[in-house]
């Protein structure tokens, strides 16, 4: 149920359960023009796809992939907190 309080954070909570992902799919970054990357690991293939509740989705949660980038694996909330929220990540057959 919504809430004043949740209303009011609409931060997604931790991950909550985590699927393997089957072969062929990865993560595509876009910036918009003028933004210096040159910091941003290139994200590359999805290795699960992770269940992280959000009370403000329908249903209470969303499913994102968890992909490489940079020798470790990211969602795209913790890739974006890291290197910008005006990136767009894309999920793409590889």
Known sequence: ??????AA???PGPIT???AASP????NAYAPRGTD??????PSHVV????????LEPGGSTVQPVF???ARTWTPDQFRAA????????????
């Open 1 to 6: 149920m919504l809430t004043p309080d949740t």
């Open 48 to 55: 699960a796809w992770a269940l992280i509740p959000n009370l």
């Open 68 to 70: 490489v980038a940079g």
């Open 83 to 94: 290197y910008g929220e005006s990136l767009e990540l894309k999920v793409a057959p590889a």
């Open 9 to 11: 954070d609409p931060e």
């Open 17 to 19: 359960g985590v699927v």
């Open 24 to 27: 062929g799919w990865r993560v």
């Open 37 to 42: 990357i040159s910091a941003v690991p290139t």
